[in-house]
């Protein structure tokens, strides 16, 4: 019988967690360190959360672009309509605004109305001035200060002071002669001495035509113009709402007084 052949094998060794044997054929047996078997691993990717699908996300599953059209059709209207609901919305939004003048409480056609009435110093319509105002005596004030300006006086301050001053010391007198019987507020005092004013605006507008107010005949000029201002306020100060008719020459007094100091502003 032939005789039989030897082979050799060599150990096979397995990699492992803890330190593995290393066969060195001829040598002695060596045992590698568990650092050189982690860089022989594979390097592997961090971890990453899982990517959801388009299926869990509820919005995304319809077809976008026949969602743009639907909507555009649908939410939009054609463009030669935009315009019209455009102007038919904003018209609908201003018309029930009120008008400007009437939010700010001025009514032009009753500041004239007013005006007029005072224009004629022996036939006064007290009735209109029932309804007292700020705005046409504020008009009055600011063309008294312009007039004085062009005079080359710069008295806006004074005006708007002696107002004040002569409006609260009229509402006093006045409701000490009235008693019980009279019902004059400080409102309709403003409004009435403003409004009676307009005499001396007249005076110190003309005074920038008529010769040096030093001479007699100045004086003459502006006690014309005083006189008519007190006429019309003692007028529509003694009227049945004041209670106090029988006193009109108590009435005219003071505001012969005040005029009187408002033409002196023209005069000196």
Known sequence: MP?????????????????SPATNPGGPTTTTPPTMLQQRRL???????PRPSSSSIPFMSFDIGSAATSSSTSSFPPPHLRNDIASSSSSGLFLDEPPLLE???INPTLIWRKTRSLLNPIRVDPSLHSDPDLSGPFLYYIAFGLFQLLAGKVQFGV?????????????SILNFLAGKNGNLDLYRCFSVVGYCLMPVVIYSAASLFLPPTGTTAGFVVAAVFVIWATRVSS????VDELGASEHRGL???????????FSMLVMF
């Open 159 to 171: 005006i708007l002071g002696w107002i004040a001053i002569s409006s609260i010391f009229l509402y």
């Open 103 to 105: 939010e700010l409480e």
């Open 43 to 49: 390097p592997t990717a961090p971890f990453q959360p």
């Open 3 to 19: 005789k039989e052949r030897e082979f050799t094998i060599p150990p096979v060794s397995f990699p492992s967690s803890g330190p």
């Open 235 to 238: 007028r529509l100060l003694a």
């Open 251 to 261: 009435i005219a007094y003071p505001c012969f007084l005040i005029y009187s100091l």
